[in-house]
Nanobody, 127 residues
Framework: QVQLVESGGGLVQPGGSVTLSCTGS????????VSWFRQAPGKDRDFVFG????????YYRDSVKGRFTISRDNNKNTVSVQMNNLKTEDTAVYYC????????????????????WGQGTQVTVSW
């Protein structure tokens, strides 16, 4: 059974930074697409950023480009994201998701493309 463990998150002030990590067990990340979705209170869960098997191929939604940086360490089965210049609208529960396939961009943004999800970690941006 594949399991994902997310870490990081917490309370941070606007303009601050936080790092989220997603570590998988039971499956090698080297051939998997790993993405993060987020769900704000009262809203649907939306794609935020993802990275395909080659670590040189990240993809971000427009609202986080230039502020978030995703990276992966296949030796540690870990994908991390450095989130800088956080805004109050970034407040949400962030979920890590894994697909065993190398997804194209249009597939990466769909929840249905992923077969394994983490439990979610809360990021709250507030004074």
């Amino acid at each position: 059974q594949v399991q994902l463990v997310e870490s990081g998150g917490g309370l941070v002030q606007p303009g601050g930074s936080v790092t989220l990590s997603c570590t998988g067990s039971g499956r090698a990340f080297s051939t998997a697409t790993v993405s993060w979705f987020r769900q704000a209170p009262g809203k649907d869960r939306d794609f935020v950023f993802g990275i395909r098997p080659s670590s040189s191929q990240p993809y971000y939604r427009d609202s986080v480009k230039g502020r978030f940086t995703i990276s992966r360490d296949n030796n540690k089965n870990t994908v991390s994201v450095q989130m800088n210049n956080l805004k109050t609208e970034d407040t949400a529960v962030y979920y890590c998701a894994v697909s065993p396939k190398r997804l194209i961009v249009s597939q990466m943004t769909s929840e249905n493309a992923y077969d394994t999800w983490g439990q979610g970690t809360q990021v709250t941006v507030s004074w």
